[in-house]
């Protein structure tokens, strides 16, 4: 699997590391979160949550996605924030807009200090529900299963918590392969 791409923020403590992480799930109308936190024990489950943007122009919404989501970083002070890679649509408006509201989203990380990493879909989807062509529903249903939720959240929430586990599972991949542990923990 391919390292993610960080984008280092300068007097970051904490670049690529989990801790407390923040998912993302941008979209023009409703930009999903969810926010995890990662140790050596595993992730855990702290709040998930949708920014659901009113009608307006484009500039507005953008806006309103930075804002809002600069509250949530500012709340819940993640270590790190995730987002999916940018993927071009069959629809070059729609990819355009999509990877604005991505853009609000990662200036109102970068704006307090806070790396981004990204993760292509693929790599998401093959984290958490095992294979990378997976559809929103197995993403839900996994997500709701692996963190041990009563329901599935939204679709938007879902996506942005799929992108927490997929970071916390390759930094613990990652760590565990930096002490030359094999998966469950034992030497190799």
Avoid: W
């Avoid at 403590?13 to 998912?23: D, I, K, S």
């Avoid at 926010?35 to 050596?40: C, G, N, P, R, T």
């Avoid at 586990?165 to 002490?179: K, M, Q, T």
Wanted: contains cysteine; positive net charge.
């Amino acid at each position: 699997m391919p390292s993610p791409r960080v984008l280092p923020v300068s007097g970051s403590a904490n670049t690529a590391g989990a801790g407390r992480v923040l998912g993302i799930d941008p979209g023009s109308r409703v930009t999903g979160f969810g926010v995890l936190e990662s140790d050596a024990r595993g992730v855990s489950y702290v709040e998930h949550g949708s920014v659901r943007l009113a009608d307006g122009g484009l500039c507005d919404r953008l806006g309103a996605i930075y804002t809002k989501l600069g509250a949530v970083i500012d709340r819940c002070r993640p270590d790190v924030v995730v987002i999916e890679k940018v993927f071009m649509a069959r629809n070059a408006q729609s990819a355009l807009v999509l990877g604005q509201a991505r853009g609000a989203a990662v200036v109102a990380a970068v704006d307090r200090g806070v790396a981004v990493v990204e993760y292509s879909a693929l790599e998401v989807k093959q984290a958490v529900v095992g294979r990378g062509r997976a559809d929103k529903r197995q993403v839900q249903h996994m997500v709701r299963a692996l963190l041990g939720l009563t329901k599935a959240p939204a679709a938007d929430a879902a996506d942005a918590l799929a992108c927490a586990i997929c970071h916390a599972h390759h930094v613990a991949g990652a760590v565990r392969f930096e002490r030359g542990l094999a998966p469950g923990g034992t030497p190799r």
